[in-house]
């Protein structure tokens, strides 16, 4: 969980580079997001963007905001729809809470600290999550393989270690966490790579650390996921903040910015 405030009346791009959990944005100010994505483009006070393929633009000005990552496992129950629904897309938060999201934006601006806006933050998820849809657990496992293994888990094994058929695991798990399992451990291997880049070490490196077959499989997969490459990604500000989802790891609540 992270606060930005991006001051100033002058608009900024971001780009968002995929990452292996749902993400939404709520903004507190009286300010609005423009998204461009390969969805299309939308204006909003909040957004969700779920598990891509693709980066995504955000052009902001003089906005206040916090930043959720949220675990697939989680964002099932939070968002009461499967996560299938949102693949590749950007929506406005505003479309699955309805009112809720107004309401929740103006606590946020009343709020005096950032401490104060990630406990409002816990209060709105932590009912929703025990309220809502469960993942079954040997979707949930096998996520949490693909995610230990940083990719490296072999994707072919995890149906028959929860017993159950490759047919059924896939239907699941694509229904519920919203990629196959063989594009979520593509997924957590890229982002092991990029974050390891982004910690100051050498393409060729990363690329070895995240168990690509060598240096060109990893260009290919940081252009195919960001359409740049690796040294033009690693400096995108967005990944330096919150590399770890909201539960999975226990919450990571960072500065504004």
Not at 51 to 58: D, K
């Amino acid at each position: 969980m992270a606060g930005f405030r991006i001051p100033g009346d002058t608009p900024i791009e971001l780009r968002a580079i995929p990452h292996p959990a749902i993400t939404i944005a709520v903004e507190f100010g009286d300010r609005l997001f423009d998204v461009d994505s390969t969805a299309g483009r939308m204006r909003s006070g909040s957004l969700v963007a779920g598990l891509a393929f693709s980066t995504f633009r955000v052009r902001a000005e003089g906005v206040e905001c916090v930043q959720i990552r949220l675990s697939p496992l989680a964002a099932h129950s939070v968002l009461g729809l499967p996560l299938k629904e949102l693949r590749g897309s950007v929506i406005a938060l505003d479309d699955l809470w309805g009112r809720d999201t107004l309401r929740l934006r103006e606590r946020l601006h009343d709020a005096r600290t950032w401490t104060e806006r990630f406990a409002l933050i816990d209060t709105e998820l932590i009912p929703r999550i025990r309220a809502g849809r469960t993942v079954d657990p040997e979707v949930a496992w096998a996520w949490r393989q693909i995610l230990a293994s940083n990719g490296r888990a072999r994707v072919e094994d995890l149906a028959s270690r929860t017993g159950w058929s490759r047919q059924r695991m896939w239907s699941r798990f694509d229904t519920q966490i919203g990629l196959t399992p063989k594009r979520a451990a593509m997924l957590a291997r890229f982002d092991h790579a990029i974050h390891r880049l982004v910690h100051g070490h050498a393409p060729a490196r990363a690329a070895a650390d995240a168990g690509y077959a060598d240096q060109s499989h990893f260009h290919h997969d940081v252009r195919a996921f960001t359409g740049t490459t690796p040294t033009a990604a690693a400096d995108e500000p967005w990944l330096v903040v919150d590399d770890r989802a909201w539960p999975a790891h226990g919450r990571a609540t960072q500065p504004a910015r």
